[in-house]
């Protein structure tokens, strides 16, 4: 142990030296002078060399897509070292010692992994049941733990992982990347110096048109109770018959997952709290249905979100809606765009657009039922009252753009992540942001399966029963 604590201590030494340096913006010409192009500044990096020693150790447990999508992306971040993998589908193991050596240690047991005092962090991308369990015992074997969105499947589970986190002391960081992105960075920066005015409303959806977004995923031809670990995998929940469906297609059950909500709706949340500042909202609405993928799912195929925020110091009073909808006809949908009364924000995968509109002075005149004299008489009084007014023509919109090179939100996510790991710095999203929208998204849940509008208390992260 008494070694374990000099290593972790020489490696946060090696990481303060890191700082990341940030390049000037670049203005690019218009096409038209109502319109401004601006490339946002890229975060630049000095290149470590770090012996094999000093590297970050990680493991992934629960090596699906994510899992997988998780840890290539942690490899790209200077000393990091992946070295064990964990997951109940042997072929998936299978795939982790195709991609990271046949040397890293694989099992269907995570606190095998856990149990090893030469791992520093592991990534917990498991169906969301296992996230409560699998991040707090990581914790308190010293392990830095990222965990993958929802945080929690459950509302109580939340508050134990907020505690173990403050008990034990590790960084924890959420894996819902989007609040790591130069983008939203930005959106952030608009916001708040006034440029749309005051904020009054939100709307956002991400909306599929394939079965694989849907969550259709392929079930390998070899899936069985000698391949599938399902006895572990159900433990903590309904006990059933093996059901291959239910292990590859998790997304769609209750017992495992958590929807439409706790999957993407989730990560509108985390994006709008990070841009605003916000703890959440007061009252939760939703609905929808079943409507196109009746393949024996147990969560709806659209939801719609409607949630009101409450004025605080951070932000005005606003309204949010929400949307996912996996048969969008229209080929998929992606939109979030925050409203103010003098403008507006809409942020895209690699751009965003700041539109400015501001109401005149003079609020025009409706005389047409007036009496000629009354007509003549207003518009005098009217001309005097708000006199014609010259001013210069100011772009009407501001178009931001990730710059080349840029290595996307989920790398600039880890880094964050393994830079608190070696230095102590604070991560962007830790496990009260991630309750705050994970909290969010099962309180929506509560509104669509009971019918019924839901109280929500963000300050104590807690449904008010009413």
Request: charged share 25%; net charge neutral.
């Amino acid at each position: 142990m008494k070694m374990k604590k000099n290593r972790r201590s020489f490696i946060k030494k090696l990481g303060a030296s890191s700082a990341i340096i940030a390049g000037a913006p670049t203005v690019l010409s218009a096409k038209n002078r109502n319109q401004h192009v601006e490339i946002l500044a890229h975060p630049k990096e000095e290149k470590k060399n770090i012996s094999a020693n000093d590297k970050i150790r990680i493991a992934c447990l629960g090596t699906g897509g994510m899992g997988i999508g998780d840890t290539q992306t942690a490899l790209m971040v200077d000393g990091v070292e992946v070295v064990a993998a964990c997951d109940l589908y042997d072929g998936r193991l299978t795939k982790a010692k195709e991609l990271w050596g046949k040397d890293i240690q694989t099992t269907r047991d995570y606190k095998e992994i856990i149990d090893r005092d030469d791992i520093d962090a592991v990534i917990v991308a498991t169906s969301d049941h296992w996230h409560e369990k699998i991040a707090i015992d990581s914790m308190k074997k010293g392990k830095a733990v990222y965990c993958e969105k929802p945080m929690v499947q459950y509302v109580e589970e939340g508050h134990r992982l907020i505690n173990a986190q403050k008990e034990t002391k590790q960084v924890f960081q959420v894996g819902s990347q989007f609040v790591s992105s130069i983008i939203h960075a930005k959106a952030k920066a608009l916001l708040a110096a006034g440029e749309i005015g005051k904020l009054n409303f939100v709307e956002a959806q991400f909306d599929r048109f394939n079965a694989i977004g849907a969550w259709q995923y392929s079930i390998p031809l070899d899936a069985s109770e000698k391949t599938v670990d399902w006895k572990t995998y159900v433990s903590n929940t309904t006990k059933r018959d093996f059901d291959p469906k239910r292990f590859f297609r998790w997304r769609n059950y209750l017992d495992y997952g958590t929807g439409v909500s706790g999957d993407l709706f989730v990560h509108l949340l985390s994006m709008l709290h990070f841009i605003t500042g916000s703890k959440g909202p007061t009252s939760i609405m939703s609905m929808g249905g079943l409507r196109y993928w009746t393949d024996g799912r147990e969560v709806p195929d659209i939801q719609i979100g409607m949630f009101e925020y409450p004025e605080t110091d951070a932000h005005p009073d606003f309204n949010l809606v929400l949307r996912a909808n996996f048969a969008d006809g229209s080929g998929g949908k992606y939109l979030f765009r925050l409203v103010g009364s003098e403008g507006e924000i809409s942020v895209g995968w690699d751009e965003l657009k700041l539109t400015k509109k501001k109401l005149p002075k003079a609020p025009g005149m409706s005389i047409g039922s007036f009496p000629e004299a009354q007509k003549e008489a207003y518009t005098k009084w009217y001309n005097e009252k708000y006199p014609e007014e010259y001013e210069m023509v100011a772009p009407e919109e501001f178009i931001f753009k990730t710059p080349k090179g840029y290595k996307g939100d989920r790398y600039l996510h880890f880094k964050n992540f393994f830079d608190s790991v070696r230095n102590g710095t604070p991560v962007v999203e830790d496990a009260v942001f991630g309750m705050r929208a994970a909290g969010v998204s099962l309180a929506g849940n509560k509104s669509y399966f009971e019918k019924k509008l839901v109280q929500w208390d963000p300050e104590n992260m807690q449904i008010k029963e009413v």
